[in-house]
């Protein structure tokens, strides 16, 4: 049975796809003309509507999930390899989002920490000529390095100093969206030839293998994320680090007074979540792209965040909710292409889900959870407990 906050992630997802839906209706030219003669004709108008909302988001599907119309039986399931693909990197920096909320610490850096994890990812990979396994190990752990070294400045700044962590990590994901556009212009970064802010194309053995053929996107970072989904799971409660790290998140003052190092907690977990983030740059730097630009981290950092919210801190709820988010990234395209819709609605649905996210009480009242609980509670009077009590005494 699901549990109480799992059931409000799920039901504001139900809702926001529902408001989404409307607002389809509402935009729809077709609903706007039918509108016009609505007491005469209702059916029209309700007509219309369902099928703008149905329209839009079965379009959605098909460019998320599955392609029946497709030609072949690969191409059918292509959306569904292009949903995982860009879930990819939200998971795993959602992964170092989620890691730092169970700690008490609120890491808005995802974005700078991807970049950083790309940039070393990336010079690694078109600098170092290397044999396959070993070339792509080390870009692996450049990019992981990398964001864990963007982590680790808040981190210790959190510890040491008492500076919050929110305006760091604000303050870092600016210092490093200009670090990576300076870079791209110096000879170091710079793809020779091209006066463009792009470096050269990584080396062949310092991809991330495309898993299903060539003829999809989906790379061995699909992998990375679900085995480091497991391993932020294990650390988190079968780890003696995952213990400390949740009982400072739970409560600081507590946890030093047990013996706990709260210093060194904020450290770890910073350092851990920018190296989470950091193997998202790797997955769009050495899976997607495979070139370094100024937009590798697109705004991936940013979504994380939400990720993060709607899988209410756990490493797989953070995992589905990168999916979901995923085939709204890949489904957007096709349902604008399809339909006219324009793909800004996503983002609408994906804003109104935190909005409920962040008020479980609206999600509760809406769907009267409550007040089905209450009811299944009967009532005793005074006079029924004074029974109760006086047949427990004799």
């Not at 906050?5 to 799920?10: F, G, M, T, Y």
């Not at 070294?149 to 929110?166: M, S």
């Not at 979540?273 to 697109?298: N, Y």
Request: glycine content about 12%.
């Amino acid at each position: 049975m699901l549990g109480g906050s799992s059931l409000v992630a799920i039901l504001a997802v139900v809702l926001s796809i529902i408001l989404g839906g409307i607002l389809i209706a509402l935009t729809d030219e077709r609903v706007s003309e039918t509108a016009s003669y609505f007491f005469s004709r209702p059916t029209d108008m309700l007509v219309a509507a369902w099928e703008a909302a149905s329209g839009a988001y079965i379009a959605l599907f098909q460019g998320a999930v599955f392609n029946p119309r497709a030609d072949s039986l690969a191409l059918m399931f292509r959306p569904l390899t292009e949903t995982l693909t860009v879930a990819t990197p939200l998971i795993l920096a959602g992964l170092g989002v989620a890691i730092a909320f169970r700690a008490g610490l609120f890491n808005i850096g995802a974005q700078g920490q991807i970049i950083l994890g790309a940039t070393f990812a990336g010079w690694v990979g078109f600098t170092w000529h290397l044999p396959f396994g070993l070339h792509l190990l080390l870009v692996v752990l450049a990019g992981f390095i990398g964001g864990a070294l963007w982590g680790f400045v808040p981190g210790i700044l959190k510890a040491r100093t008492g500076a919050h962590e929110v305006i760091v990590t604000i303050m870092m994901n600016y210092i490093a969206i200009y670090l990576v556009g300076y870079l791209l212009s110096t000879p170091a970064f710079q793809n020779p030839g091209s006066s463009n802010p792009i470096s050269p194309r990584l080396d062949d053995s310092a991809l991330l293998p495309q898993i299903l053929g060539p003829q999809f996107r989906l790379h061995l970072g699909f992998l990375v994320a679900i085995a480091a989904t497991y391993g932020v799971w294990w650390i988190l409660n079968r780890s003696t680090v995952g213990f400390e790290l949740r009982a400072v998140g739970a409560n600081p003052f507590a946890s030093r007074t047990a013996g706990i190092s709260v210093t060194k907690g904020y450290v770890v977990v910073m350092v851990l979540a920018g190296g989470l983030a950091g193997l998202a740059g790797v997955a769009q730097v050495a899976g997607t792209e495979r070139v370094l630009t100024g937009g590798i981290a697109a705004s991936f950092g940013f979504d994380a965040i939400t990720v993060a919210l709607l899988g209410r801190s756990h490493p797989w709820g953070v995992f589905f909710a990168g999916v979901l988010f995923g085939a709204f990234r890949a489904g957007g395209v096709q349902m604008q292409t399809v339909t006219g819709t324009p793909i800004d609605i996503v983002l609408v649905v994906q804003s109104l889900i935190v909005l409920f996210i962040a008020a479980p009480p609206l999600v509760k009242a809406i769907f009267r959870i409550d007040q089905k609980k209450k009811a299944k509670t009967p009532r005793r009077d005074n006079k029924g407990r004074k029974a109760e009590a006086a047949g427990g005494a004799a």
